[in-house]
């Protein structure tokens, strides 16, 4: 077993410590109070290559491996959580899906400026009734013969009004259940297609959450990701290698915390010494930090599966289960550490506690990420 990091992925990693101190921080309390999304940083992620990571260079992507994508991702969500999820959602569902299931021609036309950073993606599964139970899609997509008629509405769809091109879910032949489901492009501006109000979130409020109106919106044919039926597949499949990146996510946002609440206790003092020296405290960074390492360890064994083309279905919904569990805890206790600080905006903490929830929401809560763990190790 080999747990370094190559030259290539170490210099990755500082790039993105480097980007989420300069470009990340700075406004990062700002954009979370007004829900501002962080604009002119993605359009420099994108100018970095940090949002076709793992897209082959023919299509414009940086041909990174999944370790470098998460290194990229646990540096971004110490700092911003707002931004991380952008280029999770961007690289893990959209990117990928199009790579590794598009047609030539809708890699030519859809992938290649979503690689390079030109345009973002949204990926369209959720609904206010299919949630977690993703086979019980309502919208439809009615097949006309050379396009399909989509009807419908999603829900809490990140990148919902910043997106130009959505991959969108929808259900053809309802008896066929989950067998009926297909995925489609879909193009901002398509007529019929609307936008919701932005939702106003706990967390990652950066970001750009919203519900989407389908009504009568014609999608050329050519539009639908592989064969008939795919959709289900598709989504799933996706979805696997997201959850890499939301346990990425977790990661960083407790590594965030713990840091900060590190720092805090070896500066305060009280009863004549740094708070640090209690062993309350010192107790909870132990165990902050145990916790932490584990969860990174989880993480970086479902990337490096993916890397080596074996099955990472398992490994990633334990990374994503374990280190949003690890996110949670490692926040609320930073904010204990920091004390009265730690309640308020500028020392940071409360935000990555508020920003810690979603990632056990999105992407599969936990209870979808335990049935995922529990088929699996009952079915051997
Ligand atoms: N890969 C390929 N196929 C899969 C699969 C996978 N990982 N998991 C299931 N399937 C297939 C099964 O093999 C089965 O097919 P067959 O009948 O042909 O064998 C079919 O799908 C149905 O499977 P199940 O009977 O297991 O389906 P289920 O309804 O019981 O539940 C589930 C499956 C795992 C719970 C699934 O519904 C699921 O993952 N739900 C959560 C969805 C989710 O993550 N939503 C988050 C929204 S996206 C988001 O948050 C993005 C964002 O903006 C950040």
């Known amino acids: 077993m080999l747990f370094e990091l190559s030259e290539e992925q170490l210099m990755i990693q500082q790039a ?88 030539e021609a809708q890699k030519e036309k859809y992938l290649k400026p979503l690689a390079s950073g030109e345009k973002i993606g949204a990926f369209c599964l959720s609904e206010p009734e299919a949630g977690s139970d993703a086979t019980s899609q309502q919208t439809t997509a009615e097949d006309m013969g050379d396009y399909y008629l989509l009807n419908g509405t999603k829900n809490w769809i990140t990148n919902g009004s910043t997106a130009s091109t959505y991959l969108v879910i929808a259900q053809t032949h309802k008896e066929l259940r989950h067998k009926g489901i297909n995925a489609f492009i879909v193009e901002a501006g398509t007529p019929g297609f609307t936008i919701g109000p932005k939702e106003n979130k706990l967390g990652i409020r950066g970001s750009d959450t919203h519900s989407l109106m389908f009504n009568d919106v014609k999608v050329p044919k050519e539009n639908r990701i592989g064969e008939d039926g795919f959709g289900f597949s598709f989504a799933m499949k996706t979805l696997e290698g997201g959850r890499i990146g939301i346990a990425a996510q977790a990661l960083g946002i407790a590594a965030g915390a713990y840091e900060l609440a590190l720092n805090y206790s070896k500066q305060r003092k009280s009863f004549g010494k740094p708070i640090s020296d209690h062993q309350a ?74 920003d810690a929830k979603i990632t056990q929401i999105y992407e599969g809560t936990s209870e979808i990420q335990k049935m995922v763990i529990s088929r699996s190790i009952l079915s051997k």
């Open 16 to 103: 993105a410590r480097d980007f989420a101190q300069v470009e990340l921080k700075p406004g990062v309390i700002e954009r979370d109070e007004h829900q501002k999304f962080p604009t002119e940083q993605v359009k420099k992620l994108g100018e970095l290559g940090f949002l076709g990571m793992m897209v082959s260079p023919k299509y414009n992507g940086s041909g990174m491996d999944a370790v470098s994508y998460v290194l990229v991702m646990e540096e971004l969500s110490k700092v911003d959580a707002s931004a991380s999820v952008v280029v999770s959602v961007n690289n893990s569902l959209v990117c990928y899906g199009l790579e590794a299931y598009g047609s």
């Open 281 to 354: 405290i010192a107790f909870k960074l132990a165990d902050m930090a145990t916790h932490i390492e584990a969860a990174r360890m989880l993480v970086y064994k479902a990337a490096w599966l993916k890397d080596q083309g074996k099955s990472y279905t398992l490994a990633g919904s334990m990374a994503k289960l374990f280190a949003s569990k690890v996110a949670m805890d490692v926040t609320v206790e930073a904010v204990q550490i920091h004390g009265g600080y730690g309640f308020v905006k500028e020392y940071h903490v409360e935000r990555l506690m508020r």
